[in-house]
């Protein structure tokens, strides 16, 4: 018995060095610096090729909130799919619009207490504006897929930012298995930019970004 087991544990140990290697889920981080802008924070980084996941988004909880004649956050990242509150907060009307390609609505008026919602079934950019007050503007990114982030006050992101998502109720989220990927910017006052970014077998790995002022763009072509 005891020889049997022995030749079990050889075999077990030639498999473990003999069959292909499955690369580990890992992370890309990282830190974007900006000039023009007074904060590198709410700025989107991305993934445009990833990996098919099906994500269950039956349970989540984004929301765009007005306080202060403000929307916020100012960007809202969120999957194909997902559905969106627009809660009133502030101690005025307000009337949330928007005519861009991914989604044109028009919310009317309505008073402060009351909560809207819209579902987003198109990937792309949603500007939101307020039709009484001009100065009230946001963005909805409607995402392809999980693999994304938005940076902090520092400027620095993680992708996927999987305790983010499972705040906002969204479940299924995996980190990235090995290989390589392209990963862009995107904020509406900076230039976009884009690179190409290999996630190792083991660790993590760490992307710097430099941008500067201009006109960002499309989220996918």
Known sequence: ?????YFVYIIIFILLFCLPYQG???KIT???TVKGLRSPANILVYLTN????????????????QKNLTFLPHILP????????????????????SMSRTKKFNLGSYKPGEIKTILF?????????????????????????????ITDAHGKFEIPDIAYLKEQGVSGVENLPAGEYFIKTWHEKLKTQKSSVVVPNNGDVSVEFDLTRGTPSVLYK
């Not at 990833?50 to 909130?65: C, E, G, H, Q, Y």
């Open 24 to 26: 580990l889920a890992e």
């Open 121 to 149: 079934d198109k990937p792309g950019i949603v500007e939101l504006r307020c039709d009484v007050h001009a100065e009230m503007s946001a963005y909805i990114l409607v995402m392809k897929n999980p693999y994304w982030a």
């Open 50 to 65: 990833t990996p098919s996941i099906s994500l269950d988004v039956t349970r989540a909880n984004f929301v765009m909130d």
């Open 78 to 97: 969120i999957p194909v799919g997902a559905t969106v509150q627009f809660p009133n907060n502030d101690k005025v009307d307000h009337n949330v619009f």
């Open 1 to 5: 018995m005891k020889r049997q087991l």
């Open 30 to 32: 990282g830190t974007v």
